[in-house]
């Protein structure tokens, strides 16, 4: 076997969380890093369990942090090589039939043990294990069956999968002896635990990398976030895009603890991307989030909101009021006189250029010649053309306003008080 194979085999029973998309991630890495294949295959012969929507929402998942699969393959059509395989064992009088299902004898007195690449040596004595079902009454096949006939038809070296799946390998390995197969290697990752080191809850961040991009991160954070969720690069180094992580990524550095999801990590990766990434970038995943806006009118506004934005969706809490003016009845209340607003918009409206170093030297020249207190003045332009106390560098917000639009919200100001 030449080639790294590995694969992602997920059930649709639901969409997948990013503890089931960080194994996904740790595989692809894995692939990418030997130069192999990544295979996505999606498990779906327990028919009471599936959910409509959810191979759609796996595929979405990848494809949002561009995991992109090599092959792609669905158990249910491929019942026919199951059937086959149970002939084999038939032969071999290793299964017998209980209740229309087919079941697997498990020899007794076994030692079965594995070198995990994670977890070091685990041994199980088979005389713990009951005969399991491999096909099922409606005759479609067990995950067990299922997974080590299509590892072993794939030619998958590597099973990189979650702990909760270390005591189903004893059967797995029972399994690759009765075919004269030889079996993978494991590595079984520990669980992602929340903050109280118990199982992840949804509450506590338990939810699929959809809902995550959704509420504003990017799929750059939530890469890099979920890569170090249970690996180590070397040296001290955290921001890496995918393509960095591919280069680090080794089997030998991820933990055998569990790691605890911080979701104030995760807003500190995504505000380091929003920094990271170029404005056109930034600007299109903002424009994802409210077509609404002019999307050359973003990208201008890109440079002044970035630094001040935890996530994406907090973009029209700073930037909306460059797009929709507010009415006079919602400006926060403003410190100078009517008489104040008129003459600074009377010298914004006779200035021949409009940049911030100018508006900044408008501002300050105004301010000393009429007496005014500088620290106001400002205070109350911000207030009156934009309608909130906090807003990205006022010269700058200016500029990207533009002087008649500017003028146009100080008058109506000065009108209408």
Known sequence: ??????????????IPHIGNIRTALYNFLFARSAGGAFILRIEDTDRKRLIPGSEEAIKE??????????????????LDLYQKHLTILKDKKLVYKS??????????GKTLKWQDLVHGEIEFFSDVLEDFVIIKSDGF???????VIDDHEMQ??????????????????????????????????????GPNKK???????????????KDGYLPQALINFLALLGWMPTGDRELFSL?????????????????IFNIEKLNWFNMQWMKKVEDDQLAQQIKKHFPQYDIHKIKALVPL????????????KMADFFFNPRKVSDIPKVSVSITQVANITSVFEKSKNWNASIIKNLIEETAARQKVDRVELIAAIRNIVSGSIITPPLYESLEQLGKEETTIRLKNYVKKK
Do not use: C
């Not at 209740?99 to 498990?106: C, E, I, L, M, P």
């Open 1 to 14: 076997m030449s080639q790294t194979r590995v694969r992602y085999a997920p059930s649709p029973t639901g």
């Open 61 to 78: 998942s990848l494809i949002a942090l561009d995991l992109k699969w090599d092959e792609y393959y669905q158990q249910s059509k491929r």
């Open 99 to 108: 209740d229309g299902a087919w079941r697997f004898k498990v020899p007794k």
């Open 141 to 147: 096949p067990t995950y067990h069956f299922a997974s």
């Open 156 to 193: 998958i070296v590597h099973v990189i999968r979650g702990d909760e799946w270390i005591s189903s390998t004893p059967k797995h390995l029972l399994l690759y002896e009765a075919f004269d197969w030889q079996s993978p290697q494991f590595v079984h990752i520990p669980p992602i635990l």
């Open 199 to 213: 199982k992840l809850s949804k509450r506590e961040g338990a939810r699929s990398v959809l809902d995550y991009i």
């Open 243 to 259: 393509d960095e992580l591919i280069k680090e990524f080794s089997l030998k550095r991820l933990n055998k603890n569990s790691p």
């Open 305 to 316: 909101v970035r630094e001040r934005m935890k996530t994406l969706l907090e973009f029209p």
